[in-house]
């Protein structure tokens, strides 16, 4: 089941597609409104707008996991057994134990799941984001990192906009899921 | 008993419910909770889940990561014989602890413990 295409963290067309698509549909629904009678071509309007909103904010996401959910299904039918997996904000992680394989579907380019065996992966490790001094040590993003095919790979477990205490539950939660997946990776890479 | 005694009660996990005396520890175990996962935390409050659900380990590090942990005391009151367990579970992360509930059960629930 492993694939050798090359990884790509990024689809262009398919982010270009996601911010320009409502853009488009937008103006069509504005310009369509204008050229109907008033009530009518403000209703028009409002559901252009709306309807972009709506991608942007909440559809674009459900597609995202809609597609990803297929990848997977796609996954296992072909032999691949998921044993764990993590669900970021800009990839989902599937570590599969029997097959000593990793699986990555990056969030701007759901259509492809890039298998490779898990002892591919170097440099596993987990960053706390540990910073400051004294009162101030805290942290305000959680991850594990990984290189594979050359490059770096960041799933953040716990990400915020202000920074947290070292012993604060968000960050020791982020930690140990941190610490569980960066157990699962090292352990499907032994069993090869 | 005087109000300010049964008010400092509150503060005082180790009084007695009935009598308000300070109670004794008898034993103590620590347990792993192989169902609750990191993230996939669920609450329970019942003590047939704890009776079912946990399994005794010796020290903290036999706990696999992301896996909870939960601590048995079981507290004996000198003055009356009223017995009360003290549930606390929490996930090990390295050398902290994340609290996640504590429990008392002082109405006899827990005093068959898990093994």
Known sequence: METSEKLQKINFLYLLLNIVAPVVFMIGMTVLGLALPQQIGVFFSIVGFGGAMLWWCFLGHKFYEKTRGAQIRKLEESGFVPNHTFNADGCTLIVDLVNAQVALIFRWNPGKAYVRPASALSNVRVDDGRGGAGFLEGSSRVSFLFTVDGMNIRVNTFTSNKRWRMDSDYILTGISKADTMVEALTAAGANK | ?115
């Open chain 2, 1 to 115: 008993m005087g109000l300010f005694r049964r008010m400092r009660h509150i503060f005082h996990e180790d009084w007695c419910s009935e009598c308000l005396a300070e109670m004794e520890l008898t034993r103590k175990q620590l347990y792993a909770m192989p169902e609750q996962r990191v993230g996939h935390y669920i609450s329970h409050e019942d003590a047939e889940y704890y009776q079912k659900a946990l399994v005794p380990v010796r020290k903290k590090a036999e706990i696999p990561t992301g896996t909870y942990a939960c601590g048995l005391i079981e507290y004996r009151c000198p003055a009356c014989g009223h017995r009360a367990v003290k549930v606390s579970v929490f996930l090990p992360v390295r050398e902290e602890e994340k609290v996640e509930q504590v429990l008392y059960f002082d109405h006899g629930e827990m005093l068959t413990w898990p093994n």
